[in-house]
Antibody, heavy 117, light 106 residues
Framework: DVQLLESGGGLVQPGGCLRV?????????????MSWVRQAPGRGLEWVSAISKSGDNTYYADSVKGRFSISRDNSKNTVYLQMNSLRAEDSARYYC??????????WGQGSSVTVSS | DIQMTQSPSSLSASVGDRVTITCRAS??????LGWFQQKPGKAPKRLIY???SLAGGVPLRFSGRGSGTEFTLTISRLQSEDSATYYC?????????FGQGTKVEI
């Protein structure tokens, strides 16, 4: 079975940094682009970032460009989202999703990030 | 960015009703649209891909139609377990963008 397991969320102060990870299993990870989608409490879904199969190409929403960085380690079947200069409005549940220009077929359960002093 | 306008934002219906949710794109996205169901406290689940293809394991009462700028998700005979928020997503043009969601109450 395909599984996406996020980890690394938590409470961080404004201006701080945090890295969330997503460990994938049950499929050939190297064959798929991967995305991060977030959802602020009580709000809708927002696509945040994506990375190509090889990791050569990365994509970002304007709201996080220059502050967030996506990467992947295909030897570990893991995708990462490094979040710097965090703001209160970045508080959300961050979902790891298989796909970018297509698919979005499997979602993790999410990792909660709270930015607060 | 492409704007995805979903309507209605919420609706209340009864078991057995036929329900239709609409998503309009601000520009042509061909058929690069998916529909997702999200229940409280859970991750979204893909229902429909490429506008009209039913994802595996999804009940046949769900269907999607449309192309270009106008799309619909129809639940033919509403069941109690269909109570959820539904989102459309366009992935034709970067950045991918979601509709604002439609809350379906039963």
């Amino acid at each position: 079975d395909v599984q996406l397991l996020e980890s690394g969320g938590g409470l961080v102060q404004p201006g701080g940094c945090l890295r969330v990870s997503c460990a994938a299993s049950g499929f050939f990870f190297n064959n798929y682009d991967m995305s991060w989608v977030r959802q602020a409490p009580g709000r809708g879904l927002e696509w945040v970032s994506a990375i190509s199969k090889s990791g050569d190409n990365t994509y970002y929403a304007d709201s996080v460009k220059g502050r967030f960085s996506i990467s992947r380690d295909n030897s570990k079947n893991t995708v990462y989202l490094q979040m710097n200069s965090l703001r209160a409005e970045d508080s959300a549940r961050y979902y790891c999703v298989r796909g970018y220009s297509r698919l979005y077929d499997y979602w993790g359960q999410g990792s909660s990030v709270t930015v607060s002093s | 960015d492409i704007q995805m306008t979903q309507s209605p934002s919420s609706l209340s219906a009864s078991v057995g009703d036929r329900v239709t949710i609409t998503c309009r794109a601000s520009q042509d996205i061909t058929n690069e649209l998916g529909w997702f169901q999200q229940k409280p406290g859970k991750a979204p689940k893909r229902l429909i891909y490429t506008a009209s293809s039913l994802a595996g394991g999804v009940p046949l009462r769900f269907s999607g139609r449309g192309s270009g700028t106008e799309f619909t998700l129809t639940i033919s005979r509403l069941q109690s377990e269909d109570s959820a928020t539904y989102y459309c997503l366009q992935h034709n043009t970067d950045p991918p963008t979601f509709g604002q969601g439609t809350k379906v109450e039963i």
